[in-house]
């Protein structure tokens, strides 16, 4: 099953973050989140055809996003990353 993002969506997968080694140790209590930031970093898998910002030359690439607006959808058992494309901050090149 394929998804496709319509009215100027595009369809996004998180970039996986690598761990850096701490070197200290931080005691937290066993109920504490962690504070997500209010950007990050995801790569484009698909954009709508009416997109104007972000065009079929953009899949593949890494986006700065506004965290707060990608919305997380779960359907037939995958799940799926939508964003407005006024949204992306950037592209990384």
């Not at 761990?19 to 950007?39: G, M, R, W």
């Not at 065009?55 to 506004?66: L, P, Q, S, Y």
């Not at 707060?68 to 964003?83: C, D, P």
């Amino acid at each position: 099953m394929r998804f496709r993002p319509l009215n100027r969506h595009i369809l996004l997968c998180p970039v996986e973050k690598t761990e850096e080694e701490n070197k200290s140790t931080v005691l937290v209590p066993d109920n504490y989140v962690k504070v997500k930031s209010s950007h990050e970093m995801y790569s484009v898998i698909d954009t709508a055809r009416d997109c104007e910002k972000m065009t079929n030359n953009d899949i593949g690439r890494e986006v700065v996003v506004n965290n707060g607006m990608v919305e997380e959808l779960k359907v037939h058992g995958g799940t799926y990353y939508l964003l407005l494309e006024n949204y992306v901050y950037g592209v990384i090149h």
